[in-house]
């Protein structure tokens, strides 16, 4: 049978060690540290997000969307009408 990817090994000990080392890996280890300056700019455009785009759309826009997920929620299906 062929091998699956070139980076295995055919030694069944180193195989055995690296399956161990995964399984004993600690949890804070696993997960790479997050970039403090990105997750505050990412902070920063979720904060406004929502209230911006609600300020930019129309009355009319913002019932037509509200209505459209009442009724996506609770099961009537809804026909969409092309944009104008």
Do not use: C, F, H, Y
């Amino acid at each position: 049978m062929p091998k699956r990817s070139s980076k295995q090994s055919e030694d069944i000990n180193i195989l055995a060690k690296s399956i161990v080392d995964k399984a004993t890996k600690e949890p804070s280890e696993e997960k790479p540290e997050k970039n403090p300056a990105a997750v505050a700019l990412g902070r920063l455009g979720g904060l406004k997000g929502g209230k911006a785009r609600a300020e930019k759309l129309s009355a009319e826009r913002r019932k037509e969307i509200a209505k459209r997920a009442a009724q996506t929620r609770w099961g009537e299906k809804v026909a969409r009408e092309p944009k104008e």
